[in-house]
């Protein structure tokens, strides 16, 4: 069973209230994507995965897309090279667990030290199937984007599932302040 997450419109605030409330360290934080399946699902959704990143990406260090369709990511990766200095890595699902981190450079990069280790926080945009085996650990964590449902709780607060856990988001603003448009009518005022 799959649901919408009606909170992938305004995914930034939400991202950056999972970073504080697992208390990790953007210097140390290493986002790996798994990219939804192509099909009638997503064909309605608010937004895709294109979408969430595009409004988290200028806080990353790291990103790595586990993808079907590179093709889809190459246009947004060369943007986000440009613009923020990102390299993202588009590697096939197949490959996902199987290669080793290794995301040092001559300084330890992006301000870490050589020896400090990453925290991995896995993004599944997959409607259907199982957790991917190979995201636990002692710093993975696991959110399944539509797998799990989202919930609002309390005032302003998300219900979010981290693996088989729950972290309460704080303090995100409300959506419906602002106009939803689905994938159709965005592509009809784009034109």
């Known amino acids: 069973m799959s649901y919408s997450n009606i909170f ?3 995914f930034a605030p939400v991202f950056g ?11 140390l934080l290493a986002v790996e994507v798994v990219d939804e399946e192509s099909g009638d699902r997503s064909l309605f959704e608010s937004a ?12 990353l260090n790291f990103l790595t897309i586990y993808t079907e369709r590179p093709a889809y990511f190459r246009e947004f990766a060369e943007t986000m090279y440009e613009e923020n200095g990102l390299i993202i890595t588009i590697l096939p699902k197949h490959c996902m667990g199987k290669r080793r981190r290794s995301y040092a450079c001559a ?20 409607w259907e199937g199982g957790c991917p085996g190979s995201v636990f650990g002692p710093r993975n964590y696991y959110i399944p984007i539509h797998k799990k449902p989202w919930e609002k ?10 693996g088989y856990n729950t972290v309460i988001v704080k303090g995100v603003p409300d959506s419906r302040k602002r106009p939803v448009r689905d ?9």
């Open 8 to 10: 992938l419109r305004d």
């Open 17 to 27: 209230g999972i970073v504080r409330a697992l208390r990790i360290s953007p210097k």
């Open 48 to 59: 895709d995965v294109k979408d969430a990143l595009k409004q988290i990406a200028p806080d």
């Open 107 to 126: 300084n330890g990069g992006m301000g870490r030290a050589k020896n400090e280790p990453l925290e991995n926080l896995v993004l599944d945009f997959e």
């Open 153 to 162: 709780r309390g005032n302003l607060d998300i219900a979010v599932p981290i």
């Open 183 to 191: 994938r159709l009518e965005e592509a009809f005022y784009r034109e």
